[in-house]
């Protein structure tokens, strides 16, 4: 299984910009998706994630002003975020939770990290 993420970049303060990742492989089911990030000398830490079922969770630095959001057809996962602020630059890394023929135990897929640079 891999994971493929696009979508970073350099971006003014207020902009905005949408990363994607898509997952790839012998793929029967994703449990959960969303994404980490991680900035220069601190922790990766998680920045949002959705269930196969929707539900959603966000960092509270990041609510309000990224949306998450996934398609099933495609096991790509998506990450807008709007009214981008300088503390949101950061390497951004996807991930997926994939469960066994059981289903009883998960295993997480990372995809190699995406850079957001937000400076004018």
């Known amino acids: 299984v891999q994971l493929q993420a696009s979508g970073g970049g350099l971006v003014q303060p207020g902009g905005s910009l949408t990363l994607s990742c898509t997952a790839s492989g012998n793929i029967a089911r994703i449990d959960t998706m969303g994404w980490y990030r991680q900035a220069p000398g601190k922790f990766r830490v998680l920045v949002a994630s959705?269930?196969?079922?929707?539900?959603?969770n966000y960092a509270d630095s990041v609510k309000g002003r990224f949306t998450i959001s996934r398609d099933g057809a495609t096991n790509t996962v998506y990450l807008q975020g709007n009214s981008l602020k300088p503390e949101d630059t950061a390497v951004y890394y996807c991930y997926a939770d994939l469960p066994n023929s059981s289903g009883s135990c998960l295993t997480r897929y990372w995809g190699k990290g995406t850079q957001v640079t937000v400076s004018s």
């Open positions: 959705i269930t196969g079922g929707g539900g959603t």
